[in-house]
């Protein structure tokens, strides 16, 4: 049974991405691991904020703490390059288990109840999901 909670929730974005292909060559910048580097660019997009991990590199330097590592578990918060660089050479193999896991989620908070509010009852009882960039075929942007 899944966890339902933030730390659960991230604790199996976390496993998940242990088991993702590495793009980048040896003798790159390997300094992140690519679990930080998947768990940085899931931590912008969950709190919307485009200067979400300077300002956590900035807190961990004045406070010696900061979000990125106490909600998301990350060691060592990359750079938006290294972040992009990473993400722009994915597979699309671990871009379906990224997906796959993300409709796990779902449909555990369907099972324990969570979602039956949210459900459109005009529109055939159907449960309304926001997810960005589903219809992007990679073939076609090269």
């Not at 509010?117 to 997810?131: H, Q, S, V, Y």
């Amino acid at each position: 049974m899944i966890e339902l909670s933030q730390k659960g929730m991230v604790g199996l974005f976390r496993q998940t991405c242990e088991g993702l292909t590495d793009p980048r060559k040896k003798g790159n910048n390997l300094q992140y691991s690519l679990v930080d580097i998947w768990s940085s660019g899931f931590a912008v997009t969950f709190f919307q904020s485009p200067s979400f991990l300077a300002f956590q590199r900035l807190m961990e330097l004045n406070r010696g703490k900061n979000n990125a590592r106490s909600l998301f578990k990350i060691t060592d918060i990359p750079t938006d390059d290294q972040i992009r660089n990473v993400f722009d050479v994915i597979e699309q193999k671990d871009l379906e288990k990224i997906h796959a896991l993300f409709f796990t989620l779902i449909f555990a908070f369907e099972q324990q109840g969570h979602l039956e509010e949210f459900r459109i009852k005009e529109l055939g009882n159907t449960l309304p999901i926001a997810m960005d960039g589903t219809d992007t075929d990679r073939k076609s942007t090269r």
